[in-house]
């Protein structure tokens, strides 16, 4: 079982940079695949970015390439997102998920754990 709590959400202004920060439980987690997604209101959850477990490959979704990197600290059982440059249509609930898989990890399904999600709103 892992645990994941995300943290650093909030109200940022349009150009504006923010960092999430995803802890979680457990003795295992450089064991799995890190990914953020996001949700906004009437829409589908979305990836975002995902990490291996060592932090050697990353894939981003080309919504957020070049504005959004993720990243991850194994002593610390944390994973990052940070993302500058944000823009109104980056307004979502996001999420990260912990998975064993990397082929499909754009995929939701690739996933066995999630946190709670923390909010970003940006203005314009």
């Known amino acids: 079982q892992v645990q994941l709590v995300e943290s650093g959400g909030g109200l940022v202004q349009a150009g504006g940079s923010l960092r999430l920060s995803c802890a979680a439980s457990?003795?295992?987690?450089?064991?799995?695949?890190m990914g953020w997604f996001r949700q906004a209101p009437g829409k589908e959850r979305e990836f975002v970015a995902v990490i291996s477990r060592n932090g050697g490959y990353t894939y981003y979704a080309d919504s957020v390439k070049g504005r959004f990197t993720i990243s991850r600290d194994n002593a610390k059982n944390t994973v990052y997102l940070q993302m500058n440059s944000l823009k109104p249509e980056d307004t979502a609930l996001y999420y990260c998920?912990?998975?064993?898989?990397?082929?499909?990890?754009?995929?939701?399904?690739?996933?066995?754990?999630w946190g709670q999600g923390t909010q970003i709103t940006v203005s314009s």
């Open positions: 457990g003795r295992t987690f450089s064991s799995y695949t």
């Open positions: 998920a912990a998975g064993h898989g990397w082929t499909s990890a754009a995929t939701a399904n690739a996933y066995d754990y």
